[in-house]
C-alpha cells in the first residue's frame, strides 16, 4: 500500500507522544503517504521542535472544522448520497453510547466530528484510516469508517483504556477494525479479553519504537545526576520519587535530578519538593524536544520512571538507547523491555524505600551502569527499533487492504 493513509489521535503532535511522529515519519521513509489528523489543536506548550511545528502546519483538525456550521452541513450532504452509510452510523452512534444523557451528548459531538472527518478522507482519497489512542479518538474513526466506507485499525495502548472498556466500547471498536496493533503482550492479552476469540488473529503486536542512532552512549561523568521525563500528572507517581530522594538527601549531597515534562500536578509537585527540602536537588525544566531529551540522556547516570500505570513507556527505550541503566516499576508491559538486574531495576510502584535503594544501587557501581547501558541498548536495538517496527506496521496495512491471509503475531 502506498496510500494514502490518514493518521488520527486526539491531539497532534503532542512533546508527550513523539512515538506516533517517530512511526509516521518511518512510514513516510517507506513510501508510504502518510496524511495526519487530529481532534483537537494542540497547544503551543507541546510545539517544542522543529518537527512538531511542521507536522502541527499539515494536520486536518477535527474538531475546528465541526465547529463551522456551514462546513459541516456541507459535509452532512454529501455523505447523504449513500443514506444506508449514513443512518447506519447514526445507528452505531445509538448502540454503542454509554448510558446518561451526559454521555450521549458526547456521542453526537462524536458523531459530528466522524462526519467531516468521512468527508475529508473522501475529498482527499484516503484509503485506510488509522487510530492512536481506543478513547473517544478511536470513537471518531470508528464511526468515521462507517460513514465512508473507508476501513480503519488501530494501535491499542493503555492502561488507561482498560479501567473504563465497556464505556470505551472496546468490543465493538476491536470487532470493527481491519486490525489492531498492540504493543505489547499485556496490551494484546487484554485485548483477547474484550473481544471473541474468532478476532484474536487480528491482535497483532507492534512496539513503539525510537531511532536507536539518534542516541549516544557516550561516557558519564561528574556528580550523580538522574532523570525523569514523562507528564507531571498522578499516574507518573513522582512524589514517591520525591520521597525516596528525601531518604538519600543526606548521604548524597551532590545528588541533581532533573524533571523533563509538565502537567498538571507540576505546581503541587514543586510545592512537595520545597516541603521535603529538595528546592536545591529537583529542577522542574518543563517540556524538551526529541534533540534536547536526547542531549539530557547524555548527561544523566539513569533515568527514573516511578509510574503507577503505563504500556510501554518509549522514554524508557530512549534512555536504554543512550546506554543509561532505568529504574522503573514493574506495571503492565514494562518487563517486556526492562529486565531486572540486567538493564535496569524494577520496584514495585508506590514503594519509595524500595526506589530509595535501587538508586543507592545504581549510583554506588559505574562498572555495573555501564554494563546494563550495553544490555539495554542492546534489547531496544534488537525489538524496539522503529523502522523495523514500521516495517511491519506497512506490512499489515497492505496484507490487509490485500486481503490476504492474515501474518502471525509477530513478524
Request: hydrophobic share 45%; net charge positive; glycine share 8%.
Amino acid at each position: 500500500m502506498t496510500g494514502p493513509l490518514l493518521y488520527l489521535t486526539g491531539e497532534y503532535p503532542r512533546a508527550t507522544d513523539t512515538f506516533i511522529q517517530r512511526e509516521v515519519a518511518a512510514l513516510r521513509a517507506q513510501g508510504i503517504t502518510i496524511m495526519t489528523a487530529s481532534i483537537r489543536r494542540t497547544g503551543p506548550e507541546h510545539l517544542v521542535g522543529e518537527e512538531q511545528i511542521a507536522e502541527a502546519a499539515q494536520t486536518f483538525h477535527v474538531l475546528e472544522a465541526a465547529k463551522h456550521p456551514l462546513r459541516l452541513a456541507a459535509a452532512k450532504l454529501r455523505l447523504l448520497r449513500h443514506p444506508g452509510r449514513f443512518f447506519r452510523a447514526f445507528a452505531l452512534v445509538w448502540r454503542t453510547a454509554p448510558g446518561g444523557l451526559r454521555n450521549w451528548l458526547w456521542q453526537m459531538f462524536y458523531f459530528a466530528e466522524a462526519i467531516v472527518l468521512a468527508d475529508h478522507m473522501q475529498r482527499h482519497g484516503v484509503r485506510h484510516l488509522h487510530n492512536h489512542i481506543a478513547k473517544a479518538s478511536c470513537t471518531v474513526a470508528m464511526l468515521a469508517s462507517e460513514l465512508s466506507g473507508i476501513p480503519y485499525s488501530f494501535t491499542l495502548h493503555g492502561p488507561d483504556i482498560f479501567f473504563a472498556p465497556d464505556h470505551w466500547r472496546l468490543d465493538e471498536k476491536i470487532a470493527r477494525a481491519r486490525f489492531v496493533a498492540c504493543i505489547s503482550e499485556f496490551c494484546r492479552a487484554q485485548a483477547m479479553i474484550f473481544s471473541d476469540r474468532a478476532l484474536w488473529d487480528k491482535l497483532h503486536i507492534v512496539h513503539c519504537g525510537i531511532d536507536p542512532a539518534r542516541y549516544d552512549p557516550a561516557p558519564r561523568q561528574g556528580p550523580p545526576h538522574l532523570t525523569f521525563v514523562g507528564r507531571l500528572a498522578a499516574v507518573k507517581g513522582v512524589p514517591v520519587l520525591l520521597e525516596a530522594l528525601s531518604f538519600l538527601k543526606g548521604e548524597l549531597p551532590r545528588l541533581r535530578v532533573t524533571l523533563i515534562g509538565d502537567g498538571p500536578e507540576r505546581a503541587r509537585l514543586e510545592q512537595d519538593a520545597a516541603d521535603l527540602g529538595l528546592r536545591d536537588v529537583v529542577d522542574f525544566a518543563g517540556y524538551r524536544s526529541q534533540s534536547e531529551v536526547a542531549r539530557a540522556l547524555k548527561v544523566t547516570d539513569a533515568l527514573v520512571l516511578p509510574s503507577f500505570a503505563e504500556g510501554v513507556p518509549v522514554v524508557l527505550m530512549e534512555a536504554m538507547a543512550a546506554g543509561r541503566p532505568v529504574i522503573t516499576t514493574g506495571v503492565a508491559g514494562v518487563s517486556e523491555l526492562v529486565e531486572h538486574g540486567k538493564s535496569g531495576f524494577l520496584v514495585p510502584p508506590g514503594d519509595a524505600q524500595r526506589l530509595a535503594q535501587a538508586i543507592r544501587a545504581v549510583l554506588a557501581d559505574p562498572d555495573r551502569r555501564i554494563e546494563m547501558g550495553r544490555t539495554g541498548r542492546t534489547r531496544v536495538v534488537e525489538d524496539f527499533d522503529i523502522g523495523k517496527e514500521a516495517a511491519w506496521l506497512g506490512r499489515l496495512f497492505e496484507v490487509y487492504a490485500d486481503g490476504a491471509a492474515h501474518p502471525g503475531k509477530r513478524p
